[in-house]
């Protein structure tokens, strides 16, 4: 019997949490290049930014993005194994509560989905599934993984029948890439689960990008999806995919999509001594193009309002941020004091939440959250004389039209370049509702700050 002390494995953790969040995997990297070199215009300028962006992530080991997600954890122990002292649950929830806290990284764990949405602020409990390995039977293999929501709200699965080919398949994919959009910062990485049940399909979608021994089969089904998705203009990185057994009258097909920063590494622990799988990144050389831009006041409304859609600009002046829960804290203010918490008109609202700063840091690494899920305050915020909004991805037509009716604009920020926005940030103050933590209200002095028109 092979003894592991559990503080072995929080120490493994910790170290993982860190890793994933801030350093960029080898093999991404070198594919995300290619597209780089292989780029021209809009396209070129978007993989500049984030390949500058994982640079700099690398560099100041802070996160790659604000979203530093729900910790997913798949612990192998071989059946040969004894775990003293904590239980796994505990040496892993310890682990990412203490890795959160001491790297300034985002919290954004809630105790309840539906009947507490009160964050836990340790970003626990953590996602844990485990099973017992036969084919390693002296080791603890753990592969844990960062999943951040912009792209798992699009994440799905559908219940295929047993008789359906590969091209039902492909369209389901793409329909499912498409709706994800720019809300999931493309370019895309795609895990699939194709085979046992509906839940565990699910599992092996997201297992699916740890699997570097996919069968020829596999391969093949993947390069021909990748294939067909580019074919279809869908900006895709890579695929992966764990098939598996499954009922006679089943075949279902999980797909976990996630942005161009699939987070994940993986280490193994033979009795009290850790081997991590991940090396140090290796940096190649890019060439910043920009183009001279326009650049705007955030208090010259009259050229604000008339921007016209597909102008790229940089924002310098004052900005606030606020996101979901900061919206709904805003109207139950104004229905209690008959006001908001500060004057909106002419203001800008900036749809994020930074993760705390560190030392010597104004800021913590901030980007843009999905738009869409702000469409419901849309009136309400407009019709106060707010006259823009950045956030990533589309508006519903009803939004766009509200925005429309109000003289206002809708600017976008391209996700997944946290880093690098944080730096046109430099001043940062919590001017409302700091209980939220990262869902606080913050007025921001930015510097050219890169955004387009949308709307």
Do not use: W
């Not at 594919?31 to 992530?57: C, P």
């Not at 709706?179 to 370019?187: D, I, Q, V």
């Amino acid at each position: 019997m092979i003894l592991v002390d559990s503080k072995t494995i929080s120490k493994a953790v910790y170290t993982l949490c860190k890793t994933a969040n801030c350093t960029y995997p080898q093999d991404l990297y070198n594919l995300l290049y290619k597209k780089y070199l292989n780029s021209e215009g809009l396209k070129h300028k978007k993989y500049y930014y984030l390949l500058k962006n994982i640079e700099m992530a690398n560099e100041k080991q802070r996160p790659l993005c604000q979203d530093t997600g729900q910790v997913i954890v798949f612990v192998e122990i071989g059946n040969n194994v004894h775990i003293a002292g904590n239980s796994i649950t505990k040496a892993i929830n310890a682990a990412v509560e203490t890795a959160y806290k001491d790297n300034f990284f985002r919290k954004s764990t809630v105790k309840n989905a539906f009947f507490d949405r009160t964050n836990t602020k340790t970003n626990t409990p953590a996602i844990i599934y485990t099973e017992i390995s036969e084919k390693e039977p002296d080791i603890i293999r753990l592969k844990l993984m960062i999943k951040g929501a912009g792209s798992e709200n699009y994440s799905t699965i559908k219940m295929f029948k047993p008789t359906s080919e590969k091209k039902e398949i492909f369209e389901f994919i793409k329909n499912s890439v498409i709706t994800a959009g720019e809300k999931s910062c493309p370019p895309l990485c795609l895990g699939l689960g194709i085979g046992a049940t509906m839940d565990k399909a699910a599992v092996l979608s997201k297992k699916a990008f740890f699997n570097t021994y996919q069968t020829d089969e596999e391969k093949v089904f993947c390069e021909d999806l990748k294939k067909f998705l580019n074919s279809c203009n869908q900006d895709i990185l890579d695929i992966k995919i764990i098939t598996t057994a499954t009922h006679i009258a089943c075949m279902p097909v999980a797909l976990t999509i996630n942005c161009h920063s699939t987070r994940h590494c993986e280490c193994v622990i033979k009795e009290n001594s850790i081997e991590f799988t991940h090396a140090d990144l290796k940096l190649k050389s890019i060439e910043n193009t920009d183009e001279n831009q326009l650049e705007i006041n955030t208090k010259d409304i009259n050229r604000i309002k008339k921007l016209k859609k597909g102008m790229r600009i940089l924002l310098t002046g004052e900005i606030y941020t606020a996101r979901d829960a900061a919206h709904e804290k805003m109207v139950e203010y104004e229905k209690e004091h008959g006001k908001l918490p500060f004057d909106i008109k002419d203001k800008i609202i900036f749809y994020a939440g930074p993760c705390p700063p560190a030392p010597n840091e104004i800021i913590g690494p901030v980007g843009p959250t999905t738009s869409v899920r702000m469409d419901k305050f849309s009136k309400f915020i407009y019709s106060k004389g707010l006259v823009a909004t950045i956030g990533k991805g589309e508006r519903t037509k009803e939004t766009e039209n509200i925005i429309l009716k109000h003289n206002g604009k809708y600017f976008t920020a391209q996700g997944g370049v946290a880093c690098l926005l944080a730096d046109c940030i430099k001043k940062s103050e919590v001017i409302a509702f700091e209980e939220l933590g990262t869902e606080a209200i913050r007025k921001l002095y930015i510097e050219k700050f890169p955004v387009s028109v949308e709307i």
